[in-house]
Each structure stands twice: as C-alpha cells, then as structure tokens.
C-alpha cells in the first residue's frame, strides 16, 4: 500500500483518486477552494463533475496542502495546466527529495513554451516527475469502465512503481521512457478537438472529422519529433488514441467547446457554457510558438488559432485548409 496525496479535487483528479483507493492505497484528495471540499466532505460527491462517483468516508479530503504533500510515497498533480505552475510553487516547501510526482494536466505553458514536466521541475527540482496520458475520461474511469493509460518516466524503476500503483482490472497502464512525447501528445490533441468539435458545430460530417483526426496526429506528430519526441509515441495511446476520443466523445470539454465556437460563440462565451477549463485554447497559442521556433508547419491548428484569436470565420478556415498547396500525403513516398 502506498500513501498518495492527489492535487486538485477536478473530475480526473477525483476520479483518480478514487481508482487508487479502489487499488488499496492511503488517498488524501486535496482542493484549493473550500466550498469543493465542504461538499466532498458532506456528500461524498461531486454532483457537477463526477456524478454517481460516491468517494468512501475514510479517504481524506482537504485544503490543507501540507496535509496532502508531505511524506506521501506518490503526489498526483491534478490541477488545470495554467496552474500547474503556482501549484507546484506552493507545494515547494513541503515536497522532500526524490519525491515521487506524477503529472496528469495536459497542456504547454504559455509564454515559456515549456511542457508541463519542465514547469514542474523548475519549480520542484527536488522531486522525481512523472508524467501520465491516454485516452483516459474521467467519467468512465470514475464507473470502472476500462481504460488504458501510459505512464512516462525518464528511469524504468518510477515507470514500473506507478505502473504497479495505477494498474487494476479496469486500469491497464503501459510505460515509457518517452516523456516529452507522451506530455505534446496529451496537450495538442486538445487543439485538434477543438478544430473537430468546430467542424461538428458548422454541421459537417464523418469525413471531415476523419481528416481531422488523420491529418492532426500527423501535425502533432511533425512538432513532436522536431522537438524528440518519439514516432512511435504518437501513434500510441498518449497520440492517435487521446485524440480519437478526445475528438469523438462528448465528454471532451475541448470538443464541446469546439461545438459552440463552429456555432458562432466566441471562445470566452464558449468555455463559459462549457463551465470547465479548456485546456485546448490555452495550448493552441503555444503550439504556435512551438512551431515557429521548430520551423514546422501546423496547419489545422494555424487555422484554430485563427478563429480563436483573430476573428476568423470557421467556415472560412476551413475553406483554407481545403484549398491549400497540392501535396504529397507522405512526404516520405516517391515514385521510382
């Protein structure tokens, strides 16, 4: 049994923690705001972002952070991506050497362009910093439906232990030296939901959302190795699997958001309706940023940028991206 405190009471984080209780574990789940832990307290659940999800009364539920941090053998850190950063930085005083942390926020920090484990380290150099990704919706997890994850790691013996932490007979976690791969995969499916959840919105069908699924993971795929990542990472679960279902299900929260925006909603109105972070628009500035710095074409997320920020008609964008240069589909193929 290990002792684990979880970092942010969300819909993933209380799902989370919840499947490591399930597996036999000493779970402290933390939240910032006092109103979330007064009604996890009271109700044992969370009734807006994880109904039917009942939480037993012996997990530990707090918002006192040095209560969920020190001495715990594992930290989950569960908080939206814009605030990973003054989390970690919170956290600095209580987390001990070689303290075991494991990244599940999906996103690109603005502005440094840094991923999420790099933000982390330079905040926590102290600690050991996993990262953890796949095609992964809290809302099933939290029912036991089965699911399939990987852990990343940059020795084997952290990857293996969180494996063994994480891992039941409705949570199956692969491992991965990979770990810059599996955190770009992670934060630019979100972008590409988004550009899918437009096309849904401006009532386009299956094809279209097939192209966007096929030609974003080879956007994300053409950063991702510029940058070291693996080819073989992104056709893996934190790559084409996180953005198959991320841009097909309606629990994605980028693709909802997606929705509105092809309706016409601009993104502030959108994550309004939505009612929870879109981690999508944050990334999508970033993976700009990136891409220039990399000299890597990224069309389709040029294009989300362009509807996001600029004030382009989604339609429009898409005509562009349909009436692009004539290409090869693999610049890898010839002829004789």
């Excluded at 984080?13 to 307290?41: K, R």
């Excluded at 949570?171 to 096309?199: H, M």
């Excluded at 699997?241 to 958001?257: F, K, P, Q």
Aim: proline share 3%; glycine share 10%; charged share 20%.
């Amino acid at each position: 049994m290990a002792s684990i405190g979880v970092i942010g009471a969300g819909s993933w984080g209380t799902a989370l923690a919840y499947l490591l209780y399930q597996n036999g574990h000493d779970v402290t789940l933390w939240s910032i705001v006092e109103a979330e832990v007064e009604l996890l307290t009271t109700k044992r659940e969370n009734p807006d972002k994880l109904p039917g999800v009942k939480l037993p009364d012996s997990m530990v539920i707090t918002s006192d952070l040095q209560e969920a941090v020190s001495g715990k053998d594992v930290l989950v850190l569960a908080v939206p991506s814009l605030f990973v950063r003054s989390t970690a930085c919170k956290m600095k005083e209580y987390v001990g050497k070689g303290q075991i942390i494991v990244n599940v926020a999906k996103g690109i920090e603005d502005g440094t362009l840094h991923t999420l484990s790099q933000v982390i380290g330079s905040e926590l150099p102290q600690a050991e910093i996993a990262v953890m990704s796949g095609p992964s919706h809290a809302e099933e997890v939290g029912q036991g439906i089965p699911t399939t994850i990987v852990v990343g790691a940059r020795n084997r013996e952290t990857a293996e232990y969180l494996q063994n932490i994480f891992m039941s007979n409705v949570f199956r976690v692969y491992t991965s030296p990979d770990v810059l791969g599996i955190e770009l995969g992670g934060a630019l499916k979100n972008v590409v939901a988004l550009a899918a959840g437009i096309a849904d919105g401006l009532g386009y069908g299956d094809n279209t959302k097939a192209a966007l699924i096929t030609r974003g993971i080879t956007e994300i795929a053409r950063l991702g190795m510029a940058m070291g990542g693996k080819l073989e990472t992104f056709s893996g679960l934190s790559g084409i699997g996180d953005l198959i279902v991320t841009c097909a299900s309606m629990h994605s929260r980028n693709r909802r958001a997606g929705i509105l925006i092809g309706k016409g909603y601009s993104y502030e109105e959108a994550m309004k309706e939505v009612n929870m972070v879109v981690e999508g628009v944050y990334s999508a500035k970033a993976a700009i940023g990136l891409a220039e710095k990399y000299q890597v074409q990224i069309p389709i997320i040029e294009q989300v940028n362009e509807v996001l920020f600029h004030g382009k008609k989604a339609d429009e964008a898409v005509k562009d991206l349909m009436l692009r240069d004539k290409k090869l589909e693999n610049s890898d193929t010839s002829w004789e």
